[in-house]
Nanobody, 128 residues
């Protein structure tokens, strides 16, 4: 079992920055990849970013590439999402997720179906 708790969401203005955190517990954090997903009202959940077990490999959605950065601190069992140059279209509930499969060791997945544990989400609202 893995428990995930997100924090750091809030209301910001367009162009601002925000950092989300996701604290994990329950299993060895360095043995699973992590992902961030988001869901805006009336839309399906979409991939944002992913990071491999060691943190060497990362992946991003085209919509956030160059603005968002995913990172992890295995000593603190925490994954981060640094979000810069925020836009109103980034408004959503952001979820972190864990993929505990061995296949995720060297590369995280962009497919939400690969993730077997999810946090409760944190709201990010970007005003124009």
């Amino acid at each position: 079992q893995v428990q995930l708790v997100e924090s750091g969401g809030g209301l910001v203005q367009a162009g601002d920055s925000l950092t989300l955190s996701c604290a994990a517990s329950g299993r060895t954090f360095s043995r699973y990849s992590m992902g961030w997903f988001r869901q805006a009202p009336g839309k399906e959940r979409e991939f944002v970013a992913t990071i491999s077990w060691s943190g060497v490999s990362t992946g991003y959605a085209d919509s956030v590439k160059g603005r968002f950065t995913i990172a992890r601190d295995n000593a603190k069992s925490t994954v981060y999402l640094q979000m810069n140059s925020l836009r109103p279209e980034d408004t959503a509930v952001y979820y972190c997720a864990a993929d505990t499969s061995l296949n995720s060791r060297f590369s995280g997945s962009k497919d939400s179906r690969q993730y077997d544990y999810w946090g409760q989400g944190t709201q990010v609202t970007v005003s124009s």
